[in-house]
């Protein structure tokens, strides 16, 4: 399972709801922001998520409506001193906009707290545990190096119990073995095989989030069949040729893409003051029905096949001056 957090869902500059471009993904333990807009740290504080572990940040492109925020991030962290190593991944453009902003701008020539390290990716896997991967794809859009992430869950055989009792395996280090796939030797003497206690291969779950972009037709691979897309879309369709000229999508292109790729639902973002939200739900809607559009705190847990809305916790900043 994954839980994704809108911290922001504007497009290009803030609105009274709306803040900017930033969401958290969470997995087990694991945290990674998704962009960094303006305003990200007080959206933060609000959504009581905390800054703990939020040390891993995946950048989707350069644009500033979805990287000035780290500027006030890193120096708060600096003050704070919470975080040892911040770790921001993104494509090569994105990457060299991001250091002039945080060692020409912030920094200036004094040392950092804590250790930055910017990591260049390039398409494939960026980050692996035991139990998920998080990959990197290219998407099309204004400048250089712009990128999505796709998060999934390794594949897995499940346990199943009531073959082990029948077969009379005591609980313990056998059956935590079986499960990872190793052949035991019972105390009695028997050997057991994995495949007596494992059933079918199961599939983990899959969560895709696109940033701005342009174009549709090379995200179709990378989005099939996954349980949710997080995608942008700016613009509605009566404006399609604004979309089109400043390569973002409008609602219909992202729903199009979401029904064509087979995906179970939609969450859209990046949403312009121009428009309501009613509005860009009833043209999602009309093709793709299991669409939502995020709001700001908005906080989704991904399943295999479902989503759930999750009441938001708010936090005063005054009540959660910890970190
Ligand atoms: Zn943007
Ligand atoms: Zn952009």
């Known amino acids: 399972m994954f839980e994704i957090i809108f ?48 040390n891993r940040i995946l950048i989707t492109h350069g644009h500033l409506d979805h990287i000035l925020g780290l500027a006030g991030l890193l120096s708060t962290f600096a003050r704070w001193e919470a975080i040892d190593q911040l770790e921001i991944f993104g494509g090569g453009w994105a990457l060299e906009r991001i250091s002039d902003l945080l060692f020409g701008v912030v920094l200036r020539g004094a040392k950092s707290p804590m250790e930055i390290r910017l990591v260049e990716i390039h398409p494939g896997v960026i980050f692996e545990d035991g139990g998920f991967r998080v990959s990197a794809f290219p998407v099309y859009h204004r400048g250089p190096d712009c990128y999505g992430y796709l998060f999934e869950e390794k594949s897995r055989r499940p346990f199943l119990p009531e073959r082990a009792e029948a077969l009379g395996i005591p609980p313990g280090p056998w059956r935590r073995d079986l499960v990872s796939g190793q052949v035991v030797t019972l105390p009695d003497g028997r050997q057991v095989f994995p495949d007596q206690v494992l059933g079918l291969e199961r599939p983990g779950t899959r969560l895709v989030h696109v940033g701005d972009t342009g174009r549709t037709d090379d995200l179709v691979q990378v989005c099939q069949d996954v ?75 991904i399943k295999r096949g479902e989503f759930i809305k999750v009441e938001a916790e708010f936090e005063s900043i005054l009540s959660s001056p910890h970190i």
């Not at 945290?31 to 939020?54: A, M, P, V, Y």
């Not at 860009?280 to 009309?286: D, G, K, N, S, T």
């Open 7 to 54: 911290l922001g869902t504007s497009a290009s500059a803030p609105s009274i709801q709306r803040g900017l471009s930033a969401q958290v993904v969470k997995h087990d333990e694991y945290r990674f922001l998704i962009d960094c807009g303006e305003g990200t740290q007080r959206q933060i504080l609000q959504s009581g998520i905390g800054f703990k572990r939020l």
């Open 227 to 301: 349980d949710t897309l997080v995608i942008e879309a700016t613009y509605l369709q009566e404006e399609a040729e604004m979309a089109e000229k400043f390569s973002h999508l409008t609602a219909r292109q992202a729903s199009e893409l979401a029904v064509q790729a087979g995906v179970k639902n939609l969450i859209l973002t990046h949403i312009s003051r121009r428009y309501r939200d009613r509005e860009v739900l009833a043209e999602a809607r009309a093709i793709m029905p299991n669409t939502v559009v995020a709001r700001d705190f908005d906080t989704f847990q």
